[in-house]
């Protein structure tokens, strides 16, 4: 029996569209109420939200019945990290602050089962290959492991041919709040110059075959986006949508009083 299919990677290979959203929470309950939503993927954020690694596992239990496809975002490349969440079934990584060709040589290599990669095999025990149940998994896993990379400094973008020629990378995801600060427009993701560097990389990511990525949550910048080459694109944030609507139906209500 082989690995299971990755959806999330297959739309990609296909030059689908594909909208998401991020998931901060860190709570299985909106975690799961999140995955009737509709979207075609979540981010389980470990790097800006309160999880750890029994949370992220926890919350992909819960994402087992939904069509939208778990993406776990880690804390920072490490090769560990990405070895314990893949082994708890992540089977779409992304990885922050990646500056340049060798950091990104070398997640492929964390991700791949020797002899061509790093990753540990330890998969008999692992929720990844159903505890021994996926006899196959050893020989089939590589192909069905999305990696995603995301470029978010002026260095990386300086190094962004050399990370796209890099074979094993299936997207790069342009993070626009860590762009804008160390382009010295902390806060401000909509500036002019920031936009013009968003824009152009996406566009120079599609070119090449991969797979583009943003987080947007202005309908103005994800619709430029898009038309730049993003294909997949994430819309909001669970904080954000529970933020903003309570403040709003708060206000409202209030405002009924004066």
């Given amino acids: 029996m082989p690995a299971p299919h990755n959806p999330f990677k297959q739309s990609l290979k296909d030059g689908e569209t594909v909208f998401g959203c991020w998931l901060g929470l860190a709570d299985t309950f909106s975690t799961e109420l999140m995955g009737t939503a509709g979207f075609d993927w979540l981010v389980i954020d470990g790097e800006h939200a309160p999880n750890d690694l029994r949370s992220i ?3 992909l239990q819960v994402l087992e019945a939904s069509p939208s496809h778990p993406v776990v975002r880690v804390p920072i490349g490490e ?3 990405l070895k314990q969440v893949l082994d708890a079934g992540a089977q779409t990584v992304l990885v ?3 500056d340049n060709a060798d950091q990104a040589r070398q997640l492929v290599r964390d991700v791949t089962y020797p002899p061509h990669g790093d990753r540990g095999v330890g ?3 692992t929720r990844a290959a159903r505890f021994s149940q996926i006899t196959d998994y050893g020989t089939t896993a590589d192909d069905q492991i999305c990696l995603l990379v995301q470029v978010e400094s002026r260095k990386g973008l300086e190094n962004l041919d050399e990370i796209l020629a890099i074979d094993g990378i299936d997207g790069v995801f342009i993070g626009p709040a860590d762009l804008a600060a160390d382009m010295g427009h902390m806060g ?3 500036h002019p110059d920031v936009q013009t560097a968003i824009m152009s990389a996406l566009s120079k990511i599609d070119a090449s075959g991969k797979a ?3 987080l947007s949550t202005k309908d103005e910048m994800t619709q430029d986006a898009i038309k730049a080459g993003a294909r997949f694109v994430a819309v909001g944030a669970d904080v954000l ?3 903003h609507t309570a403040q709003a139906l708060a206000s409202k ?3 009924t009083l004066k």
């Fill in 57 to 59: 596992l926890a919350q």
């Fill in 79 to 81: 090769t560990y990290m």
């Fill in 96 to 98: 922050p602050m990646v």
């Fill in 123 to 125: 998969y008999a025990l």
């Fill in 188 to 190: 401000n993701a909509l």
């Fill in 212 to 214: 583009a990525g943003i």
């Fill in 241 to 243: 949508i529970l933020s």
């Fill in 253 to 255: 209500w209030r405002e």
